[in-house]
């Protein structure tokens, strides 16, 4: 998984492009996302590994909160059951 996002891999820069919906001018030779124009690859390729990274460590963090607040609830559920089952 590691060697897979790597910059140098024909494949995870496919990806990337596909994904983030870059587009080729034939007639300028320049890549085009969001309005920027590149001469090159490799500054293109950069930023939009940075925004994958970002993207990836988001819904990691989004998923750990989510999991930790669940447990919490979880965990005042079960308290608050046994208070009330004291009082049977």
Sequence with gaps: MRQERQLSNPEYAKYL???YKVTFSMSELQFTFNGQ????AEPLMKILHRYESTEFNLNTYVLLLFLTLL???TYAVYSIDQYLQAFR
């Design 17 to 19: 492009y596909e994904k």
């Design 71 to 73: 447990c919490l609830v």
């Design 37 to 40: 124009q590149f001469a090159r």
